[in-house]
C-alpha cells in the first residue's frame, strides 16, 4: 500500500459528461501529480501541485483541469468527455519534486461509452 | 526534448533464468534523475529506485540490481533468479526540467513475463 488513495476505483459515464476524480496523497507529501495511463499514448503526465499551487504541466487537455485543497487532496475534473479520454488516471505523491521518488495510487479507470 | 526509450516491447523468461532490461535516455541536463517503477497485472505503479546523475555505482536490493552508465546514456534493470511474482510491465523514466518546471517522464515499458 503506497499511502496514495483515490476515488472512485472505477468510473463508467457517457460522452458529453463531467467527471471529478479524487485523490489524497500520503501524509506529509506537498506534491500531488496526475497521469493518464492509455494502450496508445502510455503513461503520460498532465498535471502537478505543489501546496496548492500549480508547479508543472503536461500534456493536460483545455476540457481537463486539476486544484489542490488546503488539506493537500486534490481533484482532476474531467469534462465533455469523449471516446478516447476512456483510460487509467493515475495519482501520485512526493515531498516535494518530481526529483523525488514518486508514490502511486491504485488509479481510477474511466470508461466513457 | 528528453526522452526515455525501452527497446524491448516484451520479454519471456522461464523462473530462475536472469533477465536484464533496457533503458536508453536523452536529457540536456547535467543534473537529472532517472527512476525505475513496476506495474504488475493488478494495475498499481509500484516504485523500485531513484538514481541521480552524480552517482554512477551500481545498485543491488536483493535480487533486483541496477547498472547506471552515463556514457552509454542507461540504468539497465536485472532481476536475478527470475520469480513468477516479478512478471509485470516495468517502466524507466526520466526527471526532466521544462520551463522552469521539473517533471517526469516515462518511457513506454517492458513487459515481462516469468513462465513456470
Known amino acids: 500500500d503506497s499511502g496514495v488513495t483515490q476515488t472512485p476505483k472505477h468510473l463508467i459515464t457517457a460522452t458529453g459528461q463531467r467527471v471529478t476524480l479524487r485523490c489524497s496523497p500520503r501524509?506529509?507529501?506537498?506534491?500531488v501529480y496526475w497521469y493518464q495511463q492509455s494502450l496508445d499514448q502510455g503513461l503520460q503526465f498532465l498535471i502537478q501541485y505543489y501546496n496548492g499551487e500549480e508547479r508543472a504541466k503536461g500534456n493536460i487537455l483545455e476540457r481537463f483541469s486539476a486544484q489542490q485543497f488546503p488539506d493537500l487532496h486534490s481533484e482532476l475534473n474531467l469534462s465533455s468527455l469523449e471516446l478516447g479520454d476512456s483510460a487509467l488516471y493515475f495519482c501520485a505523491s512526493s515531498a516535494s519534486g518530481a526529483r523525488d521518488e514518486q508514490y502511486f495510487g491504485p488509479g481510477t479507470r474511466l470508461t466513457v461509452t | 526534448a528528453q526522452k526515455v526509450t525501452q527497446a524491448q516491447t516484451e520479454i519471456s523468461v522461464v523462473e530462475k533464468e536472469d533477465v536484464t532490461l533496457d533503458c536508453v535516455y536523452e536529457?540536456?541536463?547535467?543534473?537529472?534523475?532517472l527512476f525505475w517503477y513496476k506495474q504488475p497485472p493488478s494495475g498499481e505503479l509500484v516504485f523500485l529506485i531513484r538514481r541521480n546523475s552524480f552517482d554512477e555505482q551500481n545498485e543491488i536490493s536483493g535480487r533486483y540490481s541496477w547498472n547506471f552508465q552515463k556514457s552509454t546514456s542507461s540504468l539497465n534493470f536485472t532481476i536475478t533468479a527470475s520469480q513468477v511474482v516479478d512478471s509485470a510491465v516495468y517502466f524507466c523514466?526520466?526527471?526532466?526540467?521544462?520551463?522552469?518546471?521539473?517533471?517526469?517522464?516515462f518511457g513506454t515499458g517492458t513487459r515481462l513475463t516469468i513462465i513456470p
Open positions: 523514466a526520466l526527471s526532466e526540467w521544462s520551463f522552469g518546471n521539473e517533471k517526469l517522464t
Open positions: 501524509s506529509g507529501d506537498l506534491s
Open positions: 536529457t540536456r541536463d547535467t543534473t537529472y534523475y
